[in-house]
T-cell receptor, first 112, second 113 residues
Framework: GESVGLHLPTLSVQEGDNSIINCAYS??????FIWYKQESGKGPQFIIDIRSNMDKRQGQRVTVLLNKTVKHLSLQIAATQPGDSAVYFCAENGGYGQNFVFGPGTRLSVLP | DTAVSQTPKYLVTQMGNDKSIKCEQN?????MYWYKQDSKKFLKIMFSYNNKELIINETVPNRFSPKSPDKAHLNLHINSLELGDSAVYFC????????????FGQGTRLTVV
C-alpha cells in the first residue's frame, strides 16, 4: 500500500556547494549498503556502496560514510552540479544475502 | 544495449482487468526482483527470484504473481487490478542477492482507472 505518513525530505543546495544526504538504517545485521540516484522518469542508478568493515569510501565527487554505532549512513557530493538533482536512496541488505531494503529517499534540488 | 529492460513503460487499465509486465536482463545475473514505488517515491520489494527460488514479500497480495521462463526473464502478472495498484513497478537484477548492487529497469507506470 501507500507509505502513509512518510514524506520525501528535500535538500536544496547552491550549485558548486557540497551536499550531504543522511540516512538512518534500521538493521544492525546489515553488512552492505548502497546509495542510489533516481532521476525523474528513470529507475534507481547505483552511485556508490560500502561494506560494514569500512567506515568511509570515496568515488568520483562522492563519499559515503558509515557509522555502525548509531546506524547512520551519509552521502557527500562535492561541488554539486545541476545534473545531481534527483532523489537519492540509501539501501541496506539486512544481513548477508538478504534482500535490500530502501530508505524513504531524499530529493536533492540544485539551485543555480 | 539496455541492461534491464521492461515493457510497457506506461500501462493504463480498468479495475478488474488482468495485466502483465515483462522484464528481461542481459547481464547474466542470477537474481531478479520486482519493486513497487508509490506516489511518495517509497520503494518496496515485492519479489526476488534466484535460481528458481522465489522469495515473496508477505505483504504482497496474491493477485500478484511473478513468472520466470528462464534466468534472463521475470515477468509480473497482476490479476483483478485495483485502484491501489497504481504505482511505478521496477524490475531489477543483481549477480547475487544482497551481496552486489542491483541494476534497475526504467520502470512501468501502472494507472488503474
Amino acid at each position: 500500500g501507500e507509505s502513509v505518513g512518510l514524506h520525501l525530505p528535500t535538500l536544496s543546495v547552491q550549485e558548486g556547494d557540497n551536499s550531504i544526504i543522511n540516512c538512518a538504517y534500521s538493521n544492525s545485521a546489515s553488512d552492505y549498503f548502497i546509495w542510489y540516484k533516481q532521476e525523474s522518469g528513470k529507475g534507481p542508478q547505483f552511485i556508490i556502496d560500502i561494506r560494514s568493515n569500512m567506515d568511509k569510501r570515496q568515488g568520483q565527487r562522492v563519499t559515503v560514510l558509515l557509522n555502525k554505532t548509531v546506524k547512520h549512513l551519509s552521502l557527500q557530493i562535492a561541488a554539486t552540479q545541476p545534473g545531481d538533482s534527483a532523489v537519492y536512496f540509501c539501501a541496506e541488505n539486512g544481513g548477508y544475502g538478504q534482500n535490500f531494503v530502501f530508505g524513504p529517499g531524499t530529493r536533492l534540488s540544485v539551485l543555480p | 544495449d539496455t541492461a534491464v529492460s521492461q515493457t510497457p513503460k506506461y500501462l493504463v487499465t480498468q479495475m478488474g482487468n488482468d495485466k502483465s509486465i515483462k522484464c528481461e536482463q542481459n547481464l547474466g545475473h542470477d537474481t531478479m526482483y520486482w519493486y513497487k514505488q508509490d506516489s511518495k517515491k517509497f520503494l518496496k520489494i515485492m519479489f526476488s527470484y534466484n535460481n528458481k527460488e522465489l522469495i515473496i514479500n508477505e505483504t504482497v497480495p496474491n493477485r500478484f504473481s511473478p513468472k520466470s521462463p528462464d534466468k534472463a526473464h521475470l515477468n509480473l502478472h497482476i490479476n483483478s487490478l485495483e485502484l491501489g495498484d497504481s504505482a511505478v513497478y521496477f524490475c531489477a537484477s543483481s549477480q547475487a542477492q544482497g551481496v552486489t548492487e542491483a541494476f534497475f529497469g526504467q520502470g512501468t507506470r501502472l494507472t488503474v482507472v
